[in-house]
């Protein structure tokens, strides 16, 4: 959690670090790098409960200590770690540009997850495509780029205006990114949900220039 934070901290167009979370644990370590600690309700904590649904709260809490609703605000993951200064930077100033933006996202290609190649497992153990080959058309093969890259708004950074933060403005299933949503391309990008994911944002980390600390942890 303190990559994302730090990175936000680092940026020169973030003026205030906000954190969500119900977590006495986690808001100590949040208070110890400067956050604002957003004390999250209990239904909004629960293993069902919807990030978009956070997201709002936390804006709301914003809106009213600041007592303006910011017309920009960056949504980070605490499990999301592939984020850097220089990319909420970026994404900023493509907002101020241009105004037709809806937000800017972190999005990282990763073919080997195309549609294409999804399936769903039915009740009796049989394997059946996820969704039906023949959209894709018949000039498609088991080459992992034969039907084009494969991008996925990766979970590292969200930039998004306000508008985008009112219930059933965008598409799901990431509704708080807009309709016109343009990105920052990089590789590797995720947030962590398994175990298995950790030393893959180790590497990620490494290759942009993070090295061991004396704690063992990485730092810039």
Known sequence: ???????????????????STD????????QELGCHLIERPPLLATNTALA??????GFEQISVR???????????FCNAATVLPEYIEHA????????????VVTASPYNMWSPLRARKLLSDGTLVPFINPTYFGS????????????YYADCSMFMVRSKCLVRGYGDPPFQWMGKNVK??????????????????????????????S?????EP
Do not use: K
């Not at 901290?9 to 906000?18: E, L, T």
């Not at 978009?52 to 709260?57: G, L, M, P, Q, S």
């Open 92 to 103: 900023y100033e493509r907002l101020l540009d241009d105004p037709t933006i809806d937000s």
């Open 66 to 76: 600041l007592g303006v609703q910011p017309d920009i605000i960056l949504l980070l």
């Open 183 to 212: 990105t920052i391309q990089q590789w590797g990008g995720l947030d962590i949900d398994f175990a298995w994911q950790v030393p893959i944002v180790e590497y990620w980390l490494r290759e942009h220039g993070f090295v061991p």
């Open 23 to 30: 977590d006495p644990s986690i808001a100590a370590i949040g």
């Open 139 to 150: 000039d498609v093969n088991c080459d992992r780029s034969s039907q084009g890259d494969c």
């Open 1 to 19: 959690m303190s990559y994302p934070i730090r990175a936000a901290q680092s940026a020169r167009c973030i003026n205030n670090v906000y954190l």
């Open 52 to 57: 978009e649904d956070a997201f709002i709260h």
């Open 214 to 218: 004396p704690t063992g942890a990485l």
